[in-house]
């Protein structure tokens, strides 16, 4: 088990590390591609929310656990926050931060002086990351976390 836990650590900075820079670097092409002023000031906004969340993402984990190595080794003596609750919400912001990437741009190119056609590829183009979330919406799941007894429903 305290394999299994060691490795799980490890396994969520990196994911979590790789998470945060595929964000940025969709927000900086974004940058780059809207060259008018008011799109690029809200993205530096968007950027900006991006570092600080980025931050505090991969920083949680590794402190999650004082010391660290109670994360995976519970006999050693300290202490963790609910790693339950911290996850979820983690999660639910980092949801919100995808939609927040695949919606941005729609309004900026519903405005392009090019033809309904180009539009709509352009849109499909940037949303196809919806289909990811597709499977939320075509089924019924319960969630219930044994270490903290938070339920969810999914509907």
């Known amino acids: 088990m305290e394999s299994f836990l060691h490795t799980e650590f490890f396994t ?13 670097s969709i ?13 690029r000031k809200i993205l530096r906004w ?4 991006f570092v600080v969340y980025g931050v505090v993402n991969c920083i949680t984990p590794i402190f ?9 080794d519970h006999d050693t003596p300290g202490y963790c926050i609910e790693w339950g609750y911290l996850h979820y919400t983690l999660s639910a912001i980092n949801i ?5 990437l695949l919606l941005f741009p729609i309004p900026i190119l519903v405005k392009l002086n090019v033809s309904a056609r ?3 590829i352009l849109v499909v183009t940037l ?16 969630i219930t976390d044994d270490s ?8």
């Open 12 to 24: 969520t900075l990196i994911y979590t590390w790789s998470q945060w820079v595929i964000k940025l």
């Open 27 to 39: 927000s900086v092409l974004y940058y780059r591609i809207f060259s008018t002023e008011k799109p």
């Open 46 to 49: 968007i950027i900006i929310w």
């Open 64 to 72: 999650c656990c004082i010391p660290v190595r109670k994360f995976w």
């Open 96 to 100: 919100a931060n995808d939609f927040l």
């Open 118 to 120: 180009v539009r709509v």
């Open 127 to 142: 949303t196809c990351g919806l289909v990811y979330y597709s499977p939320l919406w075509q089924q019924n799941v319960q």
């Open 148 to 155: 903290t007894g938070l339920q969810l429903r999914l509907s």
